[in-house]
């Protein structure tokens, strides 16, 4: 269904693009579809926590927040619709390229700390109805600060070696012996959720190390534990029922009255708090089915 | 003032005094003792909060189990925020979780900690009404008090 819809939203957008500048605001009510289903997948998909330094009190989507990691400080930048510092120049397909190949539109490889090896699995629809939703925000000119980052980690020419470690470009099909919910789920949790970037461990050189996914891993973002979200009866969320694990992604409550607070605190208020019962279901179906890790 | 008043008084000041020293002796002079009263406080939080969840989730809690869960709540809500969070009671005591960022930030966590009663009296009242729905909401209120915190002061423990 997605895939029909494609060329159609391929070919009508840009020319609806510069309608809406040149109007100065979208009177279609095309765009605002767009700019309406963007708004869910922009939830969906986490943007708004790292691409804002709300601890500096940052403009939200101007950027600037540190993510720390073993290869270095990382500083996220501005995706405001900004012409000079945000991404106000970009086209679809540029878009499309940086989600889907991780690549700049100079031609520069994106460090993965944007987590496009998981974006990759987006359809196309969906990210252009993401940049719809973006382009639809202020622009505000707000400079990027740049990387901290220690050689090698700093070379973004060796990034094209890591990709094609681990990477694996463009969308999965949807497996035709699972249920609906399923499927959903599992874009939910590996193409727009990238749950795996915090939940999965990471090899010595920050790739996912598969084997293990969605296993937890002691040295999460910031330090700190992750913990395993696999069916695992011991480890994992084996004895959570349904309900449980339905109300954590809603309200961040845990079964025992705890509140999650760190990162998961924040992807709870962002993402899963905002997604629809039905998505938190099917987030939930899939879950359950994956590989159960000690 | 004759004598006799101001012996009393003194007698008095000094009883008052001691009482003082000894209560708080007897309560938590210990740091690493003051953090595993904060863990038994929050213990009964999350313990009223759970209550609450459990029938939310229509999981076996009865009305009656999650309004006593509400009373646990507000009871800690009510506490007073210097009492739960003592200073020399960061991360390294005990096996404490708070990030000394809570003290370096005092009056926006003890804001934090204040925003819990409003929510837990709503919350109580909430379950009074008997709504599945609205005490779900409620209870979506209240942990995002907690939420708040622990996302800015609680190291991630496992």
Redesign the interface.
């Known amino acids: 269904m997605r895939r029909r819809a494609l060329p159609l939203t391929a070919l009508v957008l840009p020319l609806a693009l510069p309608f809406v500048l040149v109007t100065g605001g979208g009177a279609r009510a095309a765009d605002a579809d767009a700019v309406a289903r963007g708004g869910y997948i922009f939830q969906a998909a986490g943007c708004l926590g790292c691409h804002t330094n709300e601890k500096a009190g940052g403009a939200p989507l101007t950027g600037g927040r540190a993510l720390a990691t073993p290869f270095g400080t990382f500083f996220t930048p501005n995706i405001t619709p900004d012409p000079v510092h945000g991404i106000g120049r970009w086209s679809d397909a540029d878009f499309l390229r940086a989600f889907r190949e991780g690549v700049r539109p100079d031609g520069a490889a994106l460090f993965p700390a944007f987590p496009y090896a998981s974006y990759t699995r987006m359809t196309d629809r969906d990210l252009l109805d993401l940049k719809a939703y973006l382009f639809a925000q202020k622009p505000q000119p707000v400079a990027n600060r740049p990387h901290d980052l220690s050689p090698p980690f700093s070379w973004r020419f060796l990034v094209p070696g890591w990709q094609l470690l681990y990477m694996t470009a463009g969308p999965v099909a949807d497996d035709p012996s699972k249920p609906a919910a399923w499927n959903r789920g599992r874009y939910l949790v590996d193409a727009l959720g990238h749950c795996g970037e915090c939940h999965t461990p990471r090899s010595l050189l920050g790739g996912l190390d598969q084997s293990r996914y969605l296993a937890g891993t002691p040295d999460?973002p910031d330090g700190?534990?992750v913990?395993n979200i696999t069916p695992h009866p011991a480890k994992g969320l084996g004895k959570w029922?349904d309900?449980?694990l339905a109300?954590l992604l809603?309200?961040?409550?845990k079964?025992?009255?705890?509140?999650?607070?760190?990162?998961m605190?924040?992807v709870?208020?962002n993402t899963t708090?905002k997604l629809t019962a039905e998505d938190r279901a099917a987030i939930v179906t899939y879950l359950r089915g994956v590989p159960p890790k000690e | 003032m004759n004598n006799r008043v101001v012996n009393a008084l003194a007698a008095a000041s000094l009883s008052a005094l001691l009482v003082a020293g000894f209560g708080g002796m007897a309560g938590a002079a210990d740091p690493a003792d003051m953090v595993k009263e904060r863990q038994q406080t929050?213990k009964k939080?999350?313990?009223?909060?759970?209550?609450v969840?459990k029938f939310?989730?229509?999981?076996g809690g009865t009305q009656e189990d999650a309004a006593k869960g509400a009373e646990a709540v507000l009871a800690v809500a009510k506490m007073d925020a210097k009492a739960v969070f003592p200073t020399g009671t960061a991360v390294g005591v005990g096996d404490s979780a708070a990030k000394p960022e809570l003290w370096q930030n005092w009056s926006a966590a003890e804001e934090k900690w204040k925003a819990m009663q409003p929510a837990a009296m709503k919350l109580a009242e909430a379950i009074k009404g008997g709504d599945r729905a609205q005490i779900g909401q409620a209870?979506?209120a209240t942990?995002?008090t907690?939420?708040?915190?622990?996302?800015?002061?609680?190291v991630?423990?496992?």
Do not use: T
Not at chain 1, 250 to 253: I, K, R
């Open positions: 999460g700190d534990k913990p029922s309900s449980d109300m809603e309200l961040g409550l079964p025992d009255g705890d509140v999650a607070g760190g990162g605190g924040e709870v208020r708090s | 929050m939080l999350g313990g009223g909060m759970g209550a969840a939310v989730k229509n999981e209870l979506g942990s995002k907690c939420g708040g915190c622990h996302e800015d002061f609680r991630k423990k496992q």
